[in-house]
C-alpha cells in the first residue's frame, strides 16, 4: 500500500479577484470621442511649453506634466527644453528650491550633473545653513533629490539627512493642510521610487487644487488617465479569460492564484499603454513563477523537487510521466507558455529566444530546489551565501529578461551583455527580493519556512529582528544607489532601463505595508481598484 505524503500547507486565501468580477468591470473611456479630445488637449499643452521661456517656469512645467502621468506624451519637448538647460548650467545657487529642483530632473533624465551644485547652500563647516530649515517647500525639494543620488556622494547623504531630520520634525508644526499633505506623501515613500501610475492619480488631486494649476493640464492628465485605465482593464479581462482556461485555479488548490496581483506587477514594470502585449507576458510569467514557486516552498516533497528541477533542465515532456499529477500540469501550462512567448517572438523579429527561457527557468528552479534542501536540512546559510542565491530565486532576472524581449528590439549584442547579469538585471533583481523579505519575513517565521535574509543575519550576528531589518534596509539603499547609477546614469540599454528601474519601484510598492503578494486585501486591493477599476471623476 502506497505511503500517504504530509504536505504543508500555507493557507493561503483565494483570489478576490474572480473571472465572473473582472467580466463584470466596465469604463465609458473608450472609443474615437475621447481620443479626439485627448488630442485637441495636448495641442494645447505644447503650445504652453513653446509658450514657457523662464528656466524655474520650466521646471516647473516639466515636474507637473511628469507627475500628472503626461510626459510620455512630450517627450520630445521635454528632451529639447532639458538640453538648454543642461547646457546653459546656470545655478540660482542661493535658492534651496530652485538648486534641488534642476538637480532632481536633470538627474531622473540621466544627465550628469554634478553633487557639489549644493555646495554653496552649505556652511564653512560642511553643514546645510541652518536658515535653510525654514523653507519647508526647499526641503521637501532636497530630499527628492536626495534620492537621486550614487554610492560614495556623502554630499547627498547630508542632504537627506539633514532634509528627513528637519521635515520629519516640522510635519505637526505645518498649519497648511496641503503642505502638509505633501510633506507626509513625501516621507513615505520619495518621488524617485513611487510607482508613477498611483503618484498620477494622487498628484492630479493635489495640483488641481493649487492656485497655479493650469486647468488644461488638468484636464487632460485626467481625461489621460480614465484612457488608459480603460486599456488595462481590457488586458485584465483578456487574461483573466486566459487563467481560467488553462483550468489553473481549479486544478492546484494549495497554491497562491493571484492573477490581478500578477497583472499590478507587469503594470508596475511596464506601465506604458501601448505596451500590453508585454504586461500580457509579464503577467503570465508572474502567474507561473508564483504556482512553482509555492511547489518547491510548501508543497513539494524533497525527491519530486529534484524529479521537477530535472524535468524543467531537460525541457523534455517525454519525462512527464515520472511527475505527480500536480507536476504534470504545473509544467505543461510552464513549457505551453514559453513556447508560445518563443513562438511570438520569432514571428514578430526573427530571434529564437527558446534557449534563453529554458536556461532561466531552470536556473530559477536550481535556486528553488537548493533553498528547499536548506529548509528541509535545517540549514540556515550566511547572509551572503543566502543573497547569492536569492536574488536569483526571486524570479528577477527571469521576468526582467522577458520585459527586455517584450519592449524593445531585440539585439544580439545586448542579449549576451544582459546574460552576464550586468546591474541593469542584478540591481532591481536584489532590490525585489529584500523588499520581498522585510514583507513577508514576519508570516514566514511563523510558518517555519526557508530562512529569508532577515533570520540568516540575524543567526549569523546574533542581533535582534529590528537590527536585521535595519541592515536589510540599508542593503536596499545601497542597491538603489547602485541603481541610479548603472541604469540611470549610465543607461546601458537605451528602452530598458525605465523597465529596469519600474521593477525596483513595484517591489517597494507591494512590499512596503507587509506582503502585498500572498496577503493582497488591503493596500493592493487598493491599488488595482484605483489603477484599474476607479476612474477620476470628470465634469
Same mark, same amino acid.
Given at each position: 500500500?502506497?505511503?500517504?505524503?504530509?504536505?504543508?500547507?500555507?493557507?493561503?486565501?483565494?483570489?478576490?479577484?474572480?473571472?465572473?468580477?473582472?467580466?463584470? +468591470?466596465?469604463?465609458?473611456?473608450?472609443?474615437?470621442?475621447?481620443?479626439?479630445?485627448?488630442?485637441?488637449?495636448?495641442?494645447?499643452?505644447?503650445?504652453?511649453?513653446?509658450?514657457?521661456k523662464e528656466e524655474l517656469d520650466q521646471l516647473h512645467l516639466i515636474d507637473n506634466v511628469t507627475r500628472l502621468g503626461l510626459s510620455g506624451h512630450f517627450k520630445d519637448q521635454i528632451a529639447k527644453m532639458l538640453d538648454k538647460i543642461y547646457e546653459a548650467q546656470e545655478w540660482l545657487e542661493k535658492d534651496l528650491h530652485f538648486t534641488s529642483l534642476k538637480f532632481r530632473l536633470l538627474r531622473q533624465h540621466g544627465y550628469h550633473v554634478p553633487q557639489e551644485v549644493f555646495c554653496s547652500l552649505m556652511d564653512e563647516e560642511g553643514s546645510f545653513k541652518a536658515i535653510l530649515f525654514e523653507d519647508v517647500r526647499g526641503l521637501v525639494s532636497l530630499y527628492e533629490a536626495s534620492y537621486l543620488s550614487m554610492e560614495g556622494e556623502s554630499l547627498m547623504d547630508l542632504a537627506k539627512d539633514f532634509s528627513l531630520n528637519h521635515l520629519t520634525r516640522r510635519l505637526d508644526q505645518i498649519t497648511e493642510p496641503r503642505l502638509k499633505e505633501q510633506v507626509r506623501h513625501a516621507l513615505e515613500v520619495p518621488l524617485h521610487w513611487r510607482l508613477q501610475r498611483l503618484e498620477a492619480k494622487w498628484f492630479i488631486q493635489v495640483y488641481e487644487n493649487t492656485f497655479e494649476a493650469n486647468l488644461t493640464l488638468v484636464e487632460l492628465a485626467k481625461l489621460d488617465y480614465n484612457m488608459v485605465q480603460a486599456t488595462y482593464q481590457q488586458e485584465l479581462k483578456? +487574461?483573466?479569460?486566459?487563467?481560467?482556461?488553462?483550468?489553473?485555479?481549479?486544478?492546484?488548490?494549495?497554491?497562491?492564484?493571484?492573477?490581478?496581483?500578477?497583472?499590478?506587477?507587469?503594470?508596475?514594470?511596464? &506601465?506604458? &499603454?501601448?505596451?500590453?502585449?508585454?504586461?500580457?507576458? $509579464?503577467?503570465?510569467?508572474?502567474?507561473?513563477?508564483?504556482?512553482?514557486?509555492?511547489?518547491?516552498?510548501?508543497?513539494?516533497? $524533497?525527491?519530486?523537487?529534484? +524529479?521537477?528541477?530535472?524535468?524543467?533542465?531537460?525541457?523534455? @515532456?517525454?519525462? +512527464?510521466?515520472?511527475?505527480?499529477?500536480?507536476?504534470?500540469?504545473?509544467?505543461?501550462?510552464?513549457f505551453n507558455s514559453v513556447n508560445e512567448f518563443a513562438y511570438h517572438?520569432? @514571428?514578430?523579429?526573427?530571434?529564437?529566444?527558446?534557449?534563453?527561457?529554458?536556461?532561466?527557468?531552470?536556473?530559477?528552479?536550481?535556486?528553488?530546489?537548493?533553498?528547499?534542501?536548506?529548509?528541509?536540512?535545517?540549514?540556515? &546559510?550566511?547572509?551572503?551565501?543566502?543573497?547569492?542565491?536569492?536574488?536569483?530565486?526571486?524570479?528577477? &532576472?527571469?521576468?526582467?529578461f522577458c520585459g527586455y524581449f517584450t519592449t524593445n528590439p531585440i539585439n544580439m549584442k545586448e542579449m549576451k551583455s544582459l546574460e552576464q547579469y550586468p546591474g541593469i538585471i542584478r540591481w532591481p533583481s536584489t532590490v525585489l527580493r529584500l523588499a520581498d523579505d522585510l514583507g513577508t519575513s514576519s508570516d514566514e517565521m511563523k510558518r517555519g519556512d526557508v530562512p529569508k535574509s532577515i533570520q540568516c543575519y540575524m543567526k549569523e550576528t546574533g542581533c535582534s529582528e529590528e537590527d536585521a531589518r535595519k541592515h536589510i534596509k540599508q542593503l536596499i539603499d545601497m542597491a538603489l544607489k547602485r541603481m541610479n547609477k548603472e541604469i540611470l546614469m549610465e543607461n546601458p540599454i537605451k528602452n530598458f532601463g525605465q523597465t529596469a528601474m519600474n521593477v525596483g519601484r513595484i517591489s517597494l510598492c507591494v512590499y512596503q505595508h507587509g506582503d502585498g503578494f500572498g496577503l493582497p486585501h488591503s493596500e493592493t486591493k487598493k491599488n488595482l481598484m484605483s489603477l484599474v477599476v476607479q476612474p477620476i471623476p470628470m465634469p
Open positions: 500500500m502506497m505511503e500517504e505524503v504530509i504536505r504543508r500547507s500555507a493557507n493561503y486565501g483565494a483570489s478576490i479577484w474572480d473571472d465572473d468580477y473582472v467580466q463584470s +468591470l466596465a469604463t465609458p473611456y473608450t472609443g474615437e470621442k475621447y481620443v479626439g479630445e485627448a488630442e485637441k488637449l495636448k495641442d494645447l499643452v505644447r503650445i504652453l511649453i513653446r509658450e514657457t483578456r +487574461l483573466s479569460s486566459w487563467y481560467k482556461e488553462t483550468a489553473l485555479p481549479e486544478k492546484l488548490g494549495f497554491v497562491r492564484h493571484r492573477l490581478a496581483e500578477s497583472f499590478l506587477w507587469a503594470l508596475g514594470s511596464v &506601465p506604458e &499603454p501601448h505596451l500590453g502585449y508585454s504586461r500580457e507576458i $509579464l503577467s503570465k510569467m508572474t502567474v507561473i513563477v508564483t504556482i512553482i514557486d509555492d511547489i518547491y516552498d510548501v508543497y513539494g516533497t $524533497l525527491e519530486e523537487l529534484e +524529479l521537477f528541477t530535472h524535468t524543467i533542465e531537460r525541457w523534455d @515532456i517525454n519525462s +512527464l510521466d515520472s511527475l505527480p499529477e500536480y507536476m504534470k500540469i504545473s509544467f505543461l501550462a510552464l517572438i520569432l @514571428i514578430g523579429q526573427g530571434f529564437n529566444v527558446i534557449s534563453n527561457l529554458r536556461n532561466l527557468w531552470a536556473e530559477l528552479c536550481r535556486a528553488y530546489y537548493l533553498e528547499a534542501t536548506w529548509f528541509h536540512s535545517g540549514y540556515v &546559510p550566511t547572509t551572503d551565501e543566502y543573497l547569492y542565491t536569492a536574488w536569483i530565486s526571486v524570479a528577477g &532576472p527571469l521576468l526582467l
